[in-house]
């Protein structure tokens, strides 16, 4: 796998070392469809299939990033023993995150998606908004 990069930007480069230093920032895609934590796993699965995307940024009632769903995690909500037409999405995600900075290095991103097997990761600024996704290439 390698990161998919949507919108090429300049690499950092390092007069010392005389090495480029791609940020997230670099490798990034746009923030695309953004959700409501809200919002039912239904209507979550149209948005998806609207968009033709894969994944969604959930965000708070303020507007915060508080992670991303998949459409493989919504399918496997919906198939579940315990599913209703009434779970959420805030009931799906559980906890914030994880996230990473824009000023964080490509590979040290990409080494902690592989280990927590993410293909696509939330990129938030200082505040918590969402600036865009970092996301593997299949």
């Given amino acids: 796998m390698t990161l998919v990069q949507m919108q090429p930007r300049p690499a950092h480069f390092d007069a010392v070392t005389g090495l480029a230093h791609r940020t997230v920032h670099d490798a990034m895609e746009a923030a695309g469809p953004q959700v409501c934590d809200d919002m039912t796993v239904e209507v979550a699965l ?22 991303l769903i998949t459409r493989a995690q919504l399918c496997a909500v919906r198939d579940g023993a315990t599913y209703t037409d009434r779970v959420r999405l805030r009931d799906v995600l559980g906890d914030r995150g994880p996230f990473t900075s824009p000023l964080t290095a490509v590979a040290e991103a990409e080494h902690a998606m592989r280990y927590c097997k993410l293909t696509a990761l939330p990129v938030v600024d200082e505040h918590g908004s969402a600036l865009g996704v970092l996301a593997l290439a299949r």
Avoid: Y
Avoid at 51 to 67: I, M
């Fill in 46 to 67: 149209a948005v998806m299939a609207g968009s033709l995307t894969d994944h969604l940024l959930v965000c708070d009632e303020d507007g915060l990033c508080t992670g």
